[in-house]
């Protein structure tokens, strides 16, 4: 697992590919984080209000975990997660190798919107991130 | 795995506090927690569990002032010391910066030591890490226990089990009082930044 450093072209490109796809969809909250449970990129309108480090580094274990659950049933890894809540919501994906991202929206917007959405926004990021 | 965030100047590092079950490693970072102030401590995160037992990990982000610009913002994680849990070591070891290998000064803790630091070597080698690459410190904790009736271990007998191959820095605690809880912070801090810092910044 190499070192992670980040440019501001990096950053700025990828807030703007996350702002596009995910906040202008209606989702709270984006957090894009790596497998150490470091926090890259954070964007939406309640990060103020979170502790997004903590979030950031139980989102990192529980992914890691649910991957050798899959490991346990003979998987690789589960590429997404999702988590229900009675008004709020998390959606977590694997993006390339080393980043997760986490997607936190409300009850009106739909998880299938999601799911279309982080897949693309997953292809966009893993170009910016192969061409640092 | 350290991120350097060149836009915002900020470098973050993972310390990992290791050890066996039951030698202080929680303490240690409730005491960090307790002792240092509201600016430049995060909330500490411990996953609850029934009884005193570490199941996952805890966790305390510290904010500790800037080095040449860059604001040094570091994580302490513990994990879980029960054998059983070796998934989950392993697990919080990924992307790990800097380690703390807390060792028990109880004569009961003897072979755990041992079990503990070769389980650590095990788990950082599947993560195609070494003990002598990443910056480690040792701690030897419960050092108020050995003028007690409490059979406890020498110094020497530690430093021979752990110390060794290992050749590094020791540090006497007891965590509970927070003697040497500090020193020990300081240290691993200055090595783990500085690691980091060749490696990326300085080249």
Excluded: W
Aim: aromatic letters at 6%; one cysteine or more; charged letters at 25%.
């Amino acid at each position: 697992m190499a070192d992670l450093v980040l440019t501001t072209s990096i950053l700025e490109e990828t807030r703007i590919q996350i702002e596009n796809t995910l906040i202008k969809a209606g989702v709270n909250t984006v957090l894009l984080i790596d497998e150490a449970g470091n926090i890259v990129v954070a964007c939406g309108h309640k990060t103020d209000n979170l502790d997004t480090i903590s979030l950031a580094a139980l989102a990192a274990a529980n992914f890691g975990a649910t991957s050798q659950i899959a490991k346990l049933i003979g998987e690789d890894d589960f590429a997404l997660l999702f988590h229900k809540g009675e008004k709020d919501s998390i959606h977590v994906a694997r993006i390339g190798t080393d980043l997760i991202l986490v997607t936190i929206f409300g009850d009106n917007v739909s998880l299938g919107l999601i799911r279309l959405r982080v897949a693309q926004l997953a292809k966009s990021i893993e170009k910016t991130f192969g061409q640092k | 795995m350290a991120l350097i965030n060149l836009s915002k100047r900020e470098i973050h590092c993972k310390i990992v506090y290791y050890g066996s079950g039951r030698c202080g490693k929680t303490t240690n970072l409730l005491y960090i927690y307790n002792a240092m102030n509201n600016k430049a401590r995060g909330k500490m995160l411990t996953i609850e569990t029934k009884g005193e037992r570490t199941l996952f990990f805890d966790l305390l982000p510290l904010n500790l002032g800037k080095i040449n610009g860059f604001d040094i913002r570091i994580q302490l994680y513990t994990v879980p010391g029960q054998t059983i849990y070796k998934a989950t070591r392993k697990l919080v070891l990924k992307g790990v910066d800097g380690l703390v290998f807390v060792a028990d000064y109880l004569k009961v803790r003897h072979e755990k030591n041992i079990e503990s630091l070769q389980d650590l070597r095990r788990n950082l080698l599947e993560h195609n890490l070494t003990l002598e690459e990443i910056p480690t410190v040792l701690q030897f904790n419960k050092c108020d226990m050995v003028p007690t009736p409490i059979p406890t271990l020498t110094r020497e007998e530690l430093e021979i089990d752990l110390n060794r191959e290992l050749n590094t820095k020791i540090f006497e605690a007891a965590a509970t009082k927070g003697i040497g809880v500090f020193e020990t912070l300081k240290e691993i801090s200055k090595r783990t930044v500085h690691y980091v810092a060749t490696k990326h910044l300085l080249t």
